[in-house]
Antibody
Framework: EVQLVESGGGLVQPGRSLRLSCAAS????????MHWVRQAPGKGLEWVSGISWNSGSIGYADSVKGRFTISRDNAKNSLYLQMNSLRAEDTALYYC??????????????WGQGTLVTVSS | QSALTQPRSVSGSPGQSVTISCTGT?????????VSWYQQHPGKAPKLMIYDVSKRPSGVPDRFSGSKSGNTASLTISGLQAEDEADYYC?????????FGGGTKLTVL
């Protein structure tokens, strides 16, 4: 059974940093691209970042480019999101999602339950 | 990176069919056959319903179908059931990144 478990969310002040983690199990992690998708309270889904199976292809939404860094450790079956210079508008539930393929395509076939990030002073 | 355009809401009676549109540009929906659709019930994680424009993952009823014409993709749900009431989001690959639609609330009358 595929499982994606996010961690690392919490309350953080504007301008500070936070690192999210996603522990994957139940599939061959290094065969698939992975993504972070967020959802602000009461709002729609927003793709944040994606990374191909071997980290050779990485993409970011314009809203986080230059502030967030996605990475993966295939030996640890883990996905990460380093979030710097956080803003109030980054407040959201952050989902880890698995792609159906090894490249970034946006077909998210499995999702975690999300970790909540709240940016507030 | 502009969001794809979806109607804010659609509705239908049980047994009827509804279609949700998703309009983008030649840089996303029109440029690639990587459009997906997600169903989200309140408080739950999204669920993949359609990928690669028209393919259904195993376990998704064949009442759900997808298509694309030009820069607009569509999700059609036939034989509406009460449990189909949810938010629906489209997503398209846009060359190194993905972009979602704003979401459509489906109400089953």
């Amino acid at each position: 059974e595929v499982q994606l478990v996010e961690s690392g969310g919490g309350l953080v002040q504007p301008g500070r940093s936070l690192r999210l983690s996603c522990a994957a199990s139940g599939f061959t992690f290094d065969d698939y691209a992975m993504h972070w998708v967020r959802q602000a309270p009461g709002k729609g889904l927003e793709w944040v970042s994606g990374i191909s199976w071997n980290s050779g292809s990485i993409g970011y939404a314009d809203s986080v480019k230059g502030r967030f860094t996605i990475s993966r450790d295939n030996a640890k079956n883990s996905l990460y999101l380093q979030m710097n210079s956080l803003r109030a508008e980054d407040t959201a539930l952050y989902y880890c999602a698995k792609d159906k393929g090894w490249m970034i395509r946006g077909n998210f076939d499995y999702w975690g339950q999300g970790t909540l990030v709240t940016v507030s002073s | 990176q502009s969001a794809l355009t979806q109607p804010r809401s659609v509705s239908g009676s049980p047994g009827q069919s509804v279609t949700i549109s998703c309009t983008g540009t030649s840089s996303d929906v029109g440029g690639y056959n990587y459009v997906s659709w997600y169903q989200q019930h309140p408080g739950k994680a999204p669920k993949l319903m359609i990928y690669d424009v028209s393919k259904r993952p195993s376990g998704v009823p064949d009442r759900f179908s997808g298509s694309k014409s030009g820069n607009t993709a569509s999700l059609t749900i036939s034989g509406l059931q009460a449990e189909d009431e949810a938010d629906y989001y489209c997503c398209s690959y846009a060359g190194s990144h993905g972009v979602f639609g704003g979401g459509t609330k489906l109400t089953v009358l």
